[in-house]
């Protein structure tokens, strides 16, 4: 092997392993301790939508339920979650396994995406220092 090709097959696999060190520094350990609680903040303000409905794959389900849920499903894909934002856009958007939306109906009747509702909570939280 040329020396040339040498130093392009080791910085191959420099890049491989710097890019793993990358992947695994984006576990859920490393989720910033800030963005780990507006996302406990969220699901809060989720479990305290007692007049609301919260509707996944067609069926309806309590706020308690429905924040449960979303604490179980953050954590099975934590790896995936390095933001607030991630957490709404890959956690709280909608079904993995149906590709359907989840949605709120609040106490009004209107129905949301969920996604639209803890976005404008997220505005709130920040509003308020959170």
């Given at each position: 092997?040329?020396?040339?090709?040498?130093?392009?097959?080791?910085?191959?696999?420099?890049?491989?392993?710097?890019?793993?060190?990358?992947?695994?520094?984006?576990?859920a350990g490393e989720l910033p301790a800030?963005?780990?609680?507006?996302?406990?903040?969220?699901?809060?303000?989720?479990?305290?939508?007692?007049?609301?409905a919260f509707i996944r794959n067609d069926r309806s389900y309590d706020?308690?339920?429905?924040?449960?849920?979303?604490?179980?499903?953050?954590?099975?894909?934590?790896?995936?979650?390095?933001?607030?934002?991630?957490f709404i856009d890959r956690v709280a958007t909608g079904s993995s396994t149906t590709g359907l939306p989840y949605r709120i109906r609040l106490g009004d009747g209107r129905e949301l995406p969920c996604a639209t509702v803890l976005r404008e909570e997220l505005l709130r939280l920040r509003k308020l220092g959170g």
């Open positions: 092997m040329t020396r040339t090709r040498h130093i392009l097959h080791r910085a191959g696999w420099v890049g491989l392993l710097a890019a793993l060190l990358f992947a695994a520094a984006g576990s800030a963005e780990e609680r507006q996302i406990e903040a969220l699901i809060a303000r989720v479990a305290g939508m007692t007049d609301a706020a308690a339920t429905a924040a449960e849920f979303l604490r179980r499903k953050w954590r099975r894909h934590a790896a995936e979650v390095l933001s607030v934002e991630d």
